[in-house]
């Protein structure tokens, strides 16, 4: 991933954050079929002195056949993004040098990835997603309101997986590379849009303005 300097994230709790936050992520792999991409929402888990990124995919998808245990991956986790346009920039009445761009949050994962047929991993992987994705709702739904064994049944219709985690890169492009006079336009405009995802642009640029 390009990344410029001023868009660089390196403090390694922010970049866990949005792995958290934006669980949802595409899976990078190469074999020889090619490359391939999956979209799955990964657990971020740390096991003996390691962290890994655990999830599970069903196991009529062939990925576990085709890619090698110990292959290098590479994970993508996105975080809110928006368009901006060049309206939100007072210089642009001042000059008029000013040109549309994207603001955007993203962390790259690169590791190690290993496919589990292990039924109490597996069952432990779900437990653990659903734990984390009902927490916040009224009445979480748990593993345990479905008869035992009917779960039993479904978990050999899928395959474990875990990434060992090598490295974290992020990118923040929050209008760094802008005067702090259209930061705040930034601000003040994308928080004004109807998508909620432009509000949390703005938000985020609110909080990182001046870093």
């Known amino acids: 991933m390009h990344s410029p300097k001023k868009f660089q994230q390196t403090d390694l709790d922010r970049l866990k954050s949005i792995i958290v936050e ?4 595409t899976l990078v ?9 999956d979209h799955i929402p990964f657990v971020l888990s ?4 390691a962290d890994y990124l655990q999830g599970h995919i ?18 993508i986790f996105s975080g809110p993004n928006c368009y901006v346009s060049p ?23 690169k590791g190690v990835i290993s496919f589990i047929h292990d039924p109490g991993w597996n069952l432990k992987n779900v437990t653990d997603l659903t734990n984390q994705f009902e927490s916040e709702l009224p009445e979480p739904w748990a593993v345990t309101d479905a008869p035992e064994s009917f ?3 479904m978990l050999p219709a899928i395959v474990g997986v875990q990434i060992e985690i090598h490295s974290i890169k992020g990118q923040w492009k929050l209008s760094q590379n802008q005067p702090e006079q259209n ?16 509000r949390d642009i703005a938000g985020w640029v609110k909080a990182h303005s001046g870093e």
Not at 189 to 195: F, N, Q, S, T
């Open 58 to 75: 069903a196991k009529v998808n062939p990925v576990w056949q085709h890619v090698q245990d110990h292959s290098e991956v590479l994970v």
């Open 29 to 37: 792999t190469l074999s020889d079929n090619g490359l391939e991409a």
């Open 22 to 25: 934006y669980p949802f992520a």
């Open 87 to 109: 309206n939100h920039y007072p210089t642009k009445k001042e000059h008029g040098k000013v040109v549309p761009t994207w603001n955007y949050i993203v962390v790259h994962v």
């Open 151 to 153: 779960i039993q049944r």
């Open 183 to 198: 930061r705040q336009g930034v601000i003040a405009g994308l928080a004004e849009h109807v998508d909620q995802a432009s």
């Open 46 to 49: 740390h096991v003996q002195g």
